[in-house]
Nanobody, 111 residues
Framework: QVQLVESGGGLVQPGGSLRLSCAAS????????MSWYRQAPGKERELVAT???NLADSVKGRFTISRDNAKNTVSLQMNNLKPEDTAVYYC?????????WGQGTQVTVSS
């Protein structure tokens, strides 16, 4: 079965950096686009970044999403973090009409 396991969250000061990782299994990773979403308290889940199957990385402003098809992992490098980036971050893959999610990892940006 599809499994997505996030790691790398934590508490960071404003202006700091964090790197999130997602280990994927149960599907042919290299064939699918992968995404990171986040959900802040009281807000809807929102898309942070997506990387298609043929790219190694993609820059979205302060964030860079990358993938390693040999290791079945997708990462999110987050720089110059701001308090408004505080949220639970989720790894996602969409396969055959279904969304699959990891359990999420908490990112808190605070001084």
């Amino acid at each position: 079965q599809v499994q997505l396991v996030e790691s790398g969250g934590g508490l960071v000061q404003p202006g700091g950096s964090l790197r999130l990782s997602c280990a994927a299994s149960g599907f042919t990773f290299r064939l699918y686009a992968m995404s990171w979403y986040r959900q802040a308290p009281g807000k809807e889940r929102e898309l942070v970044a997506t990387i298609t199957s043929n790219l190694a990385d993609s820059v979205k402003g302060r964030f860079t999403i990358s993938r390693d098809n040999a290791k079945n992992t997708v990462s999110l490098q987050m720089n110059n973090l701001k308090p408004e980036d505080t949220a639970v971050y989720y790894c996602n893959v969409f396969i055959a009409t279904m969304d699959y999610w990891g359990q999420g990892t908490q990112v808190t940006v605070s001084s």
